[in-house]
């Protein structure tokens, strides 16, 4: 092989073997670190039967307990997304691995992507258990029918949330602290708005517009009107999965967009380097 | 003075290098960073040639502004103004493809994720420059083996020694074979082993390809002198003086130099200094006393030397003329010595 050959990688090669390589540490941990088994599990477990304990103590109509567990469980991606990826930045600035990205021919997008890929099992196998248990705890039925369109619908929605995801990595490039207190204020405020623990119908036309931004909001509100019949409809769940589809290309362009303007001005001004003198 | 000497020196040309191709070339390079309180002019108007092939040494105290340089060349810094070019591309304009060409490996780096084992983390990332794997591992392995890391390679990263973690961070450099690699301060804080074998490595690296170029960044004399096809001095962000280690300690040939070993007492560092005909003099404690090393401009400055020194009441156990070293040149052209703090 010559020295020519040897840097010619095509871009679409880099890209899909930083995915794997990226994503392997996440596999690597979820197997030598079983500890995650029981904190990962068993308190948002007990977090989302705390809440359906306490609508069946306001005696709230029985549909509500099958929104909490279908919330419940998609807190688990939107955590992940939040602090798996997002932040992940902050960390690997931390350590020096950022700077080792930056320098490699690879891609932010591919990073990013491998890093939300890797945690998938562990994640995905947290919101199941959450809806298994609380469904099988509680006697939730869902609508059998209703079944493989809400799983396309959840595709979707993760898909738009991992873009999102890279838009939110983009600002941990540049900043830091700031960028954790943006991610803490994106914890609870969208946790509410985004309707994880009650219809968003409830919120009413303006908030509820507003909360749509985040692509949870219209992909829970959809999956729901799709598996817990009866659900008040804020918008027919054809027009959100629409409007979730269409937050994919967005979302992914803002984020690639975001992710040159963000690593430009960092590398400008000194924010990718961990020392200097 | 310092002007005079760095143009004496820059003339020199490094022994074995590929003059016809540019490794690594800056021009009136600059990097101020401005924060709300000051504004720090990290390296002004830095102008470097390094051939293909060449090993270069950057030299200078705490603050002069090698790391800043390092970064700019492998693209994690834009420089404020001037330019800067690492195999014939630009770092600002054509950074992306410049990344694959470029590897960097720093003194303490921590860099990769702990659960994973040595060769587990290297593989990963060969990834990310698109290697294929099973070339990957066997590269890995022959460079684990190499430094003496093959017991090692299952190893999980956290129970490495800060030795074996550097060298395994090295087998990171070299694996994705760069044409050119920048050692950021590679052996700081490393066992005299440990350090040997980095070096021993970059040496045999450099010595298996003629094409391949190293910048390396180091606070360590001996290190350079051993290694280095020529070295930059710096300064305060710039360069004072460029040459071959020998070049450089020539320029101080001429010079009477004196190590003083004096027992503890009264500091004397200034008092030297201003003695006239004391070109340049620093102190370092070790073992309980003051060494201090004189750069005299002729031996008839030594008695005046001896009179100062009896005068602050200090007791010289050692006193021993030698030949210069580069750590010498750097005193001599600097004005103080590497591990020195700038008054």
């Known amino acids: ?277 | 003075m310092e002007a005079r000497i760095a143009f004496a020196v820059a003339a020199t040309h490094h022994p074995s290098g590929d003059s016809s191709r540019l490794a690594v070339e800056t021009r009136r390079l600059t990097r101020v960073y401005k924060t709300r309180r000051e504004t720090t002019t990290a390296l002004q108007d830095v102008e470097l040639k390094v051939s293909a092939g060449e090993l270069y040494g950057v030299l200078g105290p705490n603050g002069a502004g090698k790391t800043t340089l390092i970064k700019i060349l492998v693209t994690l810094l834009l420089p404020t103004s001037g330019q800067a070019f690492v195999d014939g591309l630009d770092v600002v304009k054509e950074y992306k493809g410049l990344r694959s060409r470029i590897s960097m490996v720093s003194g303490g780096e921590q860099a990769g994720y702990g659960i994973l084992k040595v060769r587990e983390q290297l593989w990963m990332f060969s990834q990310f420059y698109g290697m294929n794997s099973t070339m990957a591992r066997e590269r890995i392995d022959e460079l684990l083996e190499r430094l003496g890391l093959a017991d090692a390679a299952n190893k999980q990263i956290t129970s490495l020694s800060s030795g074996m973690r550097q060298k395994m961070n090295l087998v990171r450099g070299l694996m994705t074979d760069p044409r050119v690699l920048f050692l950021d301060e590679p052996t700081v804080a490393l066992d005299v082993g440990a350090a040997r074998d980095v070096r021993s490595e970059v040496q045999r690296w450099m010595r298996e390809d003629p094409t391949r170029t190293v910048i390396l960044t180091t606070h360590y004399m001996q290190e350079a002198d051993e290694l280095c096809d020529r070295v930059a001095i710096v300064n305060r962000g710039r360069i004072v003086a460029e040459g071959t280690p020998r070049a450089l300690k020539q320029s101080v040939d001429e010079t009477v130099i004196v190590d003083l070993q004096l027992d503890p007492g009264t500091p004397l560092l200034d008092r030297l200094r201003a003695i006239e005909g004391v070109g340049a003099a620093s102190v370092r404690e070790e073992d309980g006393v003051d060494r201090f090393s004189l750069l005299l401009n002729d031996d008839a400055v030594l008695p005046r030397v001896m009179t100062t020194v009896e005068g602050a009441g200090r007791r010289v156990s050692g006193l021993v003329r030698r030949q210069p070293t580069l750590e010498d040149a750097f005193v001599k052209l600097v004005g103080r010595s590497m591990t020195e703090e700038e008054g």
């Open chain 1, 1 to 277: 092989m010559t020295a020519e050959q040897r840097f010619d990688y095509s871009a679409p090669r880099i890209f899909f073997k930083t995915i794997v390589a990226r994503a392997y540490p996440r596999v690597v941990a979820a197997n030598r670190q079983k500890s995650w088994l029981f904190f990962d599990m068993a308190f948002p477990v007990v977090g989302a039967l705390a809440m359906v304990l306490v609508y069946q103590g306001l005696h709230a109509p029985r549909q509500y307990l099958g929104f909490v567990i279908m919330g419940g469980a998609m807190l688990a991606f939107w955590q992940n997304v939040l602090w798996s990826m997002a932040a992940q930045f902050s960390w690997d600035r931390g350590n020096g691995t950022l700077e080792l990205y930056v320098i490699s021919p690879t891609t932010f997008e591919a990073v990013l992507l491998g890093m939300a890929l890797g945690s998938m099992f562990t994640v995905t196998l947290r919101a199941g258990v959450i809806l298994v248990v609380g469904s099988l705890f509680f006697g939730i039925t869902y609508a059998a029918a209703g079944t493989l369109p809400a799983l396309g619908v959840f595709v979707l929605t993760l898909s738009a949330l991992y873009c999102l995801g890279m838009l939110l990595a983009s600002l941990f490039l540049f900043y830091g602290r700031e960028a954790w207190h943006l991610s803490n204020a994106m914890q609870e405020p969208v946790n509410f708005l985004s309707g994880l623990y009650f219809p968003v119908h409830a919120l009413g036309a303006y908030v509820g517009g507003a909360a749509s931004l985040v692509p949870m909001t219209l992909g829970l509100d959809a999956m729901r009107q799709l598996l817990l019949p009866g659900t008040p409809v804020f918008i027919p769940a054809g027009t959100e999965t629409l409007l979730v589809a269409a937050q994919i290309p967005i979302f992914a362009l803002l984020a690639g967009i975001s992710l040159r303007y963000m690593e430009s001005r960092a590398r400008a001004e000194g924010k990718l380097v961990t020392r200097w003198e």
